[in-house]
């Protein structure tokens, strides 16, 4: 009997490192032997009860392998493979199996038993095991721990042969988050071996700056890398300054390595016999050099493995934290990676190194920045938990061309997200995906990036379109605070720009404000005749730095302006320079972006009265005597201050202390006011920063709890429809299982004659419809068997010969007809799911009927949904404005969709549903037609392979 699941996997350790966890076979029992004989007493006497035990009989015992009455498990580490772990269940009856663990002396407290515990009961669940037992000695203690902390609820008896312990199989909610959390900590450790190191190699550092070895040595000496560093090259006695080494030498824990591809795994066996925790590895010639290069990463990643060393790359361009206690810049790039707030994670090399360069153009700066290459072992999942605890780093960016478990990215992304904005560039967006599905959901689905996209949306993540959209918002969320609203004040000295800026602040979700009747009197009386102050605001294109900078604090304070976006068209008597000075003056409680419409280098504009470019020479604003300009700027200033204390930072995440601290303090002194050349592109960075605060302003929503759903009844259906084979259910089986989750039909009967159909028309009464059911197909009207509107038993009956005839002549003979009762009229809409091996189940919602792909306004998202996610995929279909017109009942389309599901989450036998058409009215929402088709589902195992 083959285990369920993929439980032969690499698993990280709560110290960074890696273990080995797999099904035992009965070969293990020599190394088993031996990992009970080097226990100490104390271990084998809680393990055993005693001291005694036959080691030999124990070892062949537990090396019994998967068997009807048991399961066993396995840790190995190091490249012997030493056995450090066992873990096994023994059947107590079918539904009950009593767990037992043993951990090697000097592995414990690394969590290995939790691991083992959560990969037996997943195996047991699926097995029909319901409940686990154990037996602790009293004196047990920290296996007693193991199970009380393991989020399983425990129940805890004592009995003559010590303390009994017992808990479901089942994952609950509280077990999955204690799991959750144990592959946080094993990430972040992991990540600090590559990024926090106390010492750094450079193997193949060399005396040749074009070399990328010698590259990346001079750029980590040249910004003086607070920790140990050697080059390694064995024909060099100094590189640089320093003494080289002719290979790497105990103490070092992060190596970069820079050798020829062949060389690779032999300086990672010296690696890992040196104790190295970490390996950089820059050199190419892996997963892109076909067999050969498949065979290298095999056996580069196997030395990792055994040794427990995680790795970034191969092929990579390496990894950089500008943190002032470590500054490592452990790349081949560029020297100059500029220090700031972002930690950016890229897949390709050259979009890294396009993306520093674009973050000093615009004056941001990065936290952090890892290359990943191949990804073979440390991905962007680890990463991004790194993040979210790292003080340093405020925004995460990413460019993905994979995802290693796309639903682990969607589990870290949505718990980063709520604190720290994050942005992606997906590369791929085609799919020819669509010329295999069967269904209309799963042509929708599969012919675009539409997963990628709901699994974005529900993880609160910022789908960008390309590196400058990426760097445009990640300026705006790095710099400036979260607007609370999407009222924005533009204020410019030349009309065109201020019209292009208005609509496309609109086209980003944004709306140019309309100023209050107070704030229009006071610009009106300081500005010249000429000005427009209604909202936007347009200034004469002479206006001084000191009132452009005047006016944008005044409308800051307006109740209907929630940013601002000031746009300078440079003139002869007016620098942009002298403008980015007296912008930096300001200090705003709300995000404030500057367009800067000139020949030449854009101003880098830092509050706190300093600019990258001649910030010495603007005068202050209350310099010189009364003026307009200046009693506009005193006026302005007073309602600046007084709108911070009207700012609400709810929406930034705040905690209550905080939200009072940064709403009295306004930006922090030395943030960048983003700057652009082209006021579209600030609008649409702007729109980004507004999309992602109503998100994170927006509670979480739970998927509800359905109490009239009939789970038992589903699993039945579909287990029938697998023990012959999967495929497309009967049309009975379909009606059974969506009436298991409140999902009804239109009122129909199933016969196997045309006489039939028309006494099944004449019981229904009124008009019916009349699809034929043949083998295969799957699309009844493009085959030409159904009809509609059909009235009384004579037409019925014809109508049914017809189709007969029709699909005869196909080489579908019909194997019976539905009658159905013909739904009141409305919009034909589409619900369906489609499950994605990587994504799971990914539920469409859209316009329905025969031309549903040919229309493609769908929306998707991962399932389960909550109420709250099925009614913004429908408030997003371009086919809304059908709904409303009609009246329709948008609020049972959305129960449709969450009941949907709730069957696929459920049962992930599920392979494609479709439910079209979906005939919406005032009156509800039928379900017209439907199929369904049953594949045996890929169970994913609780701990994915390290890194995905």
Known sequence: MSAPVAADVHIALRDGSTAHVRPVVPADAPALRTFLQNLSENSRWLRFFSLGVNLDKAAERAAAGDRPEGYGLIVTTGSEKRVVAHAVFELERPDRAEVAFAVADEMQGRGLATVLLAHLAQVASARGVTTFTATVLPENRRMISVFRESGFPVEVHASPDGIEIVFPTELGADARRRFEDRDRVAAVAAVERVLRPRSVAVVGASRRPDSF??????????????????????????????????????GVDLAIVAVPAAAVPGVARECAEAGVAALVVITAGFAEAGAEGAARLAELLDVCRASGMRLVGPNCMGVVNTAPDVSLTATFARADVPAGTIGFVSQSGAFGAAAIDGASRRGIGLSAFVSLGDKADLSSNDFMQYWEQDPSTEVVALYLESFGNPRKFGR?????????PVLAVKAGRTSAGARAASSHTGALIAASDSTVDALFASAGVIRCDGLDDLLDAAAVLAEQPLPSGSGVAIVANARGPLVVCADACADAGLEAATLSEATQRELAEQLPPESVVAG??????GASPATFAAVAGRVAADPAV???????????????????????????????LAVFMTPGNLPVVLRGGATGRRAADAPPLDQGPPSPAARLAAA?????????????????GLTPAARAADSASGPPAGRKIPTFRAPERAAHALGRAAAYARWRATPAAEPPALDDVDADAAAAILAGALARGGGWLRPDEVEALLGAYGLALVEQRRVSTPAAAAKAAAELGGEVALKGIAPGVVHKAQAGAVQLNLSG???????????????????????EFLVQRMADPGVEMLVGVLTDERFGPVVACGAGGGFAEVLGDVQVRLAPLAREDALDMISRLRSLPLL???????????????????????????????????????????????RVRVAPPAVQPVFPAVGR
Do not use: C, Y
């Not at 990346?216 to 100094?238: C, K, M, Q, S, Y």
């Not at 037409?795 to 194997?815: F, H, M, S, W, Y």
């Not at 959305?894 to 979906?918: F, K, Q, S």
């Open 213 to 250: 070895g010698g590259a990346t040595f001079r750029h980590i000496l040249g910004n003086d890398f607070r920790g140990e560093l050697h080059p390694v090259n064995p024909n060099a006695e100094f590189v640089g300054s320093r003494r080289a080494v002719s290979r790497v030498e105990a």
């Open 412 to 420: 870290v992304a949505r718990r980063l997200a709520r604190a720290k």
């Open 536 to 541: 936007p605001v347009q200034l004469v294109a």
């Open 562 to 592: 929630d940013a601002v976006i000031a746009i300078f068209v440079e003139h002869i008597a007016t620098g942009a320079d002298d403008v980015a000075a007296a912008l930096a003056a300001l200090s705003l409680p709300i995000p404030l």
């Open 636 to 652: 302005a200033q007073s309602a600046v201050a007084e709108a911070k204390t009207r700012w609400s930072a709810a929406a930034h």
């Open 793 to 815: 038993p004579t037409a019925v009956k014809r109508a049914a010969n017809e189709i007969a005839a029709q699909l005869d002549a196909a080489g579908t003979p019909v194997a």
């Open 884 to 930: 409303s017109r009609a009246n329709a009942d948008i609020e049972a389309l959305a129960d449709i969709a969450v009941r949907v599901g709730a069957l696929a989450d459920a049962h992930p036998a599920i392979a494609e549903l479709d439910l079209n058409p979906v005939m919406v009215s005032a009156e509800g929402a039928p379900v017209v037609d439907a």
